[in-house]
């Protein structure tokens, strides 16, 4: 199946409903305007269809390799990493005095959308890069953004986020890797690492390691981590390679899917280090890099969704049995099935809204650091905030049930391999766990992000609904707009409740307990919010006399179809929102087990 990226459903996405247009008035991107944003979308669209989709398979079927201390990149990888990097796609967003193009941050994700869709697994290795290429600029030294940035932006070096111990996952506070004094200003690196994506590779001549561990006096737990430097070279004075440090993979997992990607068993044996940023403070500097890695896995799984989808709407147009209830026709195309169709609309607007959520958080991002004033500066990266954990666990969740969808719309056939439905659903899967599971992005979202102002985001982000909702009778009437002011209800009153609980003495169980359904009941409304501003825009455009009409039309019809299948569900979302703690604590072992 030939992917073909998304271009037009991608700008609509960044203009129409993230308001990239909101970016570009803030004047911080000077070389941005809307012709670049087409021809960034064009560029990357057919990189990705040209080169990276047709290694996807073969990135399958053979994998990276493991030999003699190092890992080599699966068939045709380094040659396209190499080519990634000529065209400057490590540094759209990086900063000029780096040597990036200083672009919006969510024209960055957009283009990298169609990478992760056309071959995930290569994905992940730039995608990390542009994570440590934030941390840097954000917590480096003078030093170390010299020597390191500017080789990150230009993507002759690649960067790997080192956090995940065997007994210290989620739980970093566990982690026991050591950084001692060396006396010079460096420090030895000392501890084993595990599920390091990229960690080892053949496509560039170094990699930047940034690693958590102790230092010698470093007080227990979370507060006794800081964060270091490591590169697979050490690097001299006049910026050419020396003597390789010490540090190597001792093996990759063999994993269910990305095959392609080296998750690598990294052992440091005395490595040479550089302190980034405070000691002691490495947990914060490095959420820097993970949330940044966290909006991109969003990304991820709208990349993956769309192309699980392309792959299934391909095959339903081809495959033919049984009448058409519509047409007559005798052995019609599948897609003129009820269900079918049904399902592949369902598709079609979760992706959609998948897109524009990660996409408006991208859009949030850039305003919390570029907007005019210090109140919408605020409120920006208050939005950015609340939407990171949405973006990245909700948009996941797609990832894995479209292509899940894919695989069914198949039938038999999507469960053998030669067809290409299953690699999608083996390559999704792994999105909801890394980076933070969905289930911790919940906790986050409830923990933190909801209360962190006082709830007054949350409230922002109702108050905008309320303002869509307002305009929606113009081209609804009837069960699309009472489905989407219920779901707004359902939203506001599971908001008010977890702050109320959040609130009480005996509150955390409640909160802990409603953490998994309040993040999809925010993305399901949040989405739907996103679909109806889409609508409202089409209808604009339809009015002037602008626009394909067809397509146009198919936005108003989408809303619809999410509004039918996934905003009538909020009632149920809210239920288990209230279900509580104590309901939960008598699941206990004994009855789960008996």
Known sequence: MTYRAPVRDIAFALQAVAGIDHVAATGAFPDYDTDVLGAVLEAAAQFSEGVLAPLNRIGDQKGSTYANGSVTAAPGFADAYRQFAAGGWTGLSAPAHAGGQQLPKALELAAYETVHAANMAFGLCPMLSLAAIEALEAHGTPSQKEIYLSKL?????TGAMVLTEPQAGSDLGALTATATPNGDGTYALNGQKIFITWGDHDATDNIVHMVL?????????PKGISLFLASKYLVKEDGTLGDRNGFRPVGVEHKLGIHASPTCVMAYEGATAELVGQPNQGLAHMFVMMNAARLAVGVEGVGIAERAYQHALAYASERRQGRSVWTGEANAPIIDHPDVRRTLSVMKAKIAAARAICLSTGVAADLARHAATEGERRRWKGREDLFTPIAKAWSTDVGCEVASAGVQIHG????????????????????????GTNGIQAMDLVGRKLSMDGGQSARDLIADMKITLARLPRLYSGKPVERFAAAITAVEDATLWLLDRKAAADGAADVLAAADAYLKLLGDVAGGWMLAQGALYARDQLDGGQGDPTWLEGKITLYEVYAA??????SSRLAAVGQGGSLLERMSLDVLAG
């Open 153 to 157: 932006v230009s993507g002759e070096w």
């Open 213 to 221: 561990a102790r230092l010698p006096d470093a007080p227990p737990g």
């Open 565 to 570: 299948n996934v905003l009538g569900h909020a």
């Open 412 to 435: 038999g056939m999507g469960f053998i391999e030669e067809t290409g439905a299953a690699q999608h659903y083996r390559d999704a899967r792994i999105a909801p766990i890394y980076e």
